[in-house]
């Protein structure tokens, strides 16, 4: 079974759960790496163990919320084999799978509905990447 990790902050802890009951529908199994309530938290302290479940290879690839999704983002790229890619629409949410073969999908929750999570999310489950010269650029990436 194919298995994806969660991770939210307080912002995005509602979506987070609505989007756990969402990945069901494509067969994935889910990992909640927290938070579990709308109590204020540090979005790092449930992104780190993300990011590292994905690395392990714990999970086949993370989806994580915050508010505006950059914090999130932001602490899981610091991981050198995480490509974490905000997606605000479904477009993006296409490109980041396309051309950067993101492993970890962010959304920005305050943002964003929950009808157009979902249908960024299945475009980002649906996208392959491309390949190609896409893999060259990635292949850049690690200082």
């Keep these: 079974m194919k298995t994806v990790g969660l991770a939210s902050d307080h912002a995005g802890y509602p979506l987070k759960e609505v989007l756990k009951k969402y990945l069901v529908k494509f067969g994935y199994e889910t990992v909640d790496f927290g938070t579990h309530s709308t109590e204020s938290m540090d979005y790092p302290d449930t992104a780190h163990p993300l990011a590292k479940a994905v690395e392990n290879g714990e999970v086949d690839w ?67 990447f491309e390949g190609g010269r896409h893999q060259r650029r990635i292949d850049k990436i690690p200082c």
């Design 62 to 128: 993370g989806l994580a919320m915050c508010g505006t999704g950059n914090g999130m983002a932001i602490s899981l790229n610091k991981h050198q084999k995480i490509r974490a890619g905000l997606a605000w629409s479904v477009d993006i949410g296409k490109l980041v799978k396309q051309h950067n073969n993101a492993n970890v999908l962010v959304l920005p929750a305050r943002f964003i509905t929950e009808y157009q999570a979902k249908r960024i999310v299945k475009a980002f489950i649906e996208t392959e």
